[in-house]
Nanobody, 114 residues
Framework: QVQLVESGGGLVQAGGSLRLSCAAS????????MYWYRQAPGKQRELVAA???????NYADSVKGRFTISRDNAKNTVYLQMNSLKPEDTAVYYC????????WGQGAQVTVSS
């Protein structure tokens, strides 16, 4: 069956960095567009970044210049490098895979203290 497993979340001070990973299994990873979403308490889930099978990327305006999405097709893994973190980046971050179907990971908590 399909699994997306996020890791790398945690607590960090403002200005710090974290790297999230999402390991996929059960799909032909290289064919999927991969996304990172986040959901803060009391807010709707929002798109953070996307990377297509060919490697092109898109970012939410709120994270441009601070976050970098990348993928390693040999490892079936997508990453989100988060630098210069702000308290408003605090959220549960979800990995999402989309091609012939849509799959979600279980989420990873990121907490940024001021």
């Amino acid at each position: 069956q399909v699994q997306l497993v996020e890791s790398g979340g945690g607590l960090v001070q403002a200005g710090g960095s974290l790297r999230l990973s999402c390991a996929a299994s059960g799909i032909i990873f290289s064919t999927y567009t991969m996304y990172w979403y986040r959901q803060a308490p009391g807010k709707q889930r929002e798109l953070v970044a996307a990377i297509r099978s060919g490697g092109s990327t898109n970012y939410a305006d709120s994270v441009k210049g601070r976050f970098t999405i990348s993928r390693d097709n040999a490892k079936n893994t997508v990453y989100l490098q988060m630098n210069s973190l702000k308290p408003e980046d605090t959220a549960v971050y979800y990995c999402n895979a989309r091609f012939v179907a849509i799959y979600w990971g279980q989420g990873a908590q990121v907490t940024v203290s001021s």
